[in-house]
């Protein structure tokens, strides 16, 4: 198991930048995969950015040159930096961890924090 414990999201103008740290209980070396997400009300939850198993990052389509995923492995934690935040940015910010287990991978969320970007 892997708890992973959110930090600094909240509320900033258009144009903006906000960094959100992700701690987890265990060593990044023993996490398969690792990355952020975003839901907004209604809507399905999406990837924003991730460390793949192979350590490659990817992002969405719609972050990718404004968003930084990092991680220090000696803090056990992952990084998104968001830069030139636009309001369709607003949404919940999930930490992921991905374990690899008997059955298959298991996903580990993070509590969510709120990132709220005005215009």
């Known amino acids: 198991q892997v708890q992973l414990v959110e930090s600094g999201g909240g509320l900033v103008q258009a144009g903006g930048s906000l960094r959100l740290s992700c701690a987890a209980s265990?060593?990044?070396?023993?996490?398969?995969?690792m990355g952020w997400y975003r839901q907004v009300p209604g809507k399905q939850r999406e990837l924003v950015a991730a460390?793949?198993?192979?350590?490659?990052?990817r992002y969405t389509d719609s972050v990718r040159g404004r968003f930084t995923i990092s991680r220090d492995n000696a803090k056990n934690t992952v990084y998104l930096q968001m830069n030139s935040l636009k309001p369709d940015d607003t949404a919940v910010y999930y930490c992921?961890?991905?374990?690899?287990?008997?059955?298959?991978?298991?996903?580990?969320w993070g509590q969510g924090t709120q990132v709220t970007v005005s215009s």
């Open positions: 992921n961890a991905q374990l690899v287990v008997a059955a298959g991978v298991q996903n580990y």
């Open positions: 265990r060593s990044l070396f023993s996490i398969y995969a």
């Open positions: 460390f793949t198993s192979s350590s490659i990052t």
